[in-house]
């Protein structure tokens, strides 16, 4: 069955420094998600991505964050200048349409010290 | 802006029914989803109400009333495997979807 594969699964950085979560989201689908979680917290939105560019995004999603489809398989996303409270799970989603059923990756845990 | 609500927990025995209640305000609505989710693991898709009434897929039955804004998930002969958090998840536009903070199903033997 497709899936969607997030890597790495387990990411610690410093505080301050910036770090690449990648996606390759299920190899039809055109729509692209990125979600967080924050330990103990419920699943938050953060942005969309469509025809190479961004549908649409949160608040939270400000110039910390961006994303980019470098190729025609991986989705990532930047966090610039990471704080402690950026440590979160980050979970990659995408679907076939653009109201379509959203499967989700098994996330990154990013740890910022 | 968005509310949607679910109760924190809820236990069953092994065999038995459980019926999980969402209630929502959103600006909009374009869908409510039911997503599965283990401890430490990715949300995994249950079921989708977009139309009002009953879809049911095996196990696991959700209800939609779009005037009451208000949607349940049911799961049916409980297995310990149902051990999980079940988010209630509405799509307001055409992308986002806002997740309830899950409930917490715990099944006993």
């Known amino acids: 069955e497709p899936e969607v594969t997030q890597t790495p699964s387990h990411q610690v950085t410093q505080m301050g420094q910036e770090v690449i979560l990648r996606c390759v989201p299920i190899s039809n689908h055109l729509y692209f998600y990125w979600y967080r979680q924050i330990l103990g917290q419920k699943v938050e939105f953060l942005v969309s991505f469509y025809n190479n560019e961004i549908s649409e995004k949160s608040e939270i999603f400000d110039d910390q964050f961006s994303v980019e489809r470098p190729d025609g398989s991986n989705f990532t996303l930047k966090i610039r200048s990471t704080k402690l409270e950026d440590s979160a799970m980050y979970f990659c989603?995408?679907?076939?349409?653009?109201?379509?059923?959203?499967?989700f990756g098994a996330g990154t845990r990013l740890s910022v010290l | 802006g968005q509310n949607i609500d679910q109760p924190t927990e809820m236990t069953a025995t092994e065999g038995a029914i459980v019926q999980i209640n969402c209630t929502y305000q959103?600006?909009?609505?374009?869908?409510l989803f039911w997503y599965q989710q283990h401890a430490g693991e990715a949300p995994t898709f249950l079921s989708y109400?977009?139309?009002?009434g009953l879809e049911e897929k095996g196990r696991f039955s959700s209800f939609l009333s779009r005037s009451k804004g208000y949607s349940y998930l049911l799961l049916k002969e409980l297995q310990m495997k149902d051990s999980a958090s079940y988010l209630c998840?509405?799509?307001?536009?055409?992308?986002?979807?806002?997740f309830g903070a899950g409930t917490t199903v715990t099944v006993r033997a």
């Open positions: 989603a995408s679907s076939g349409q653009g109201l379509g059923i959203q499967y």
């Open positions: 109400n977009v139309l009002d």
């Open positions: 959103t600006s909009g609505f374009n869908g």
């Open positions: 998840a509405v799509r307001e536009g055409d992308y986002k979807l806002s």
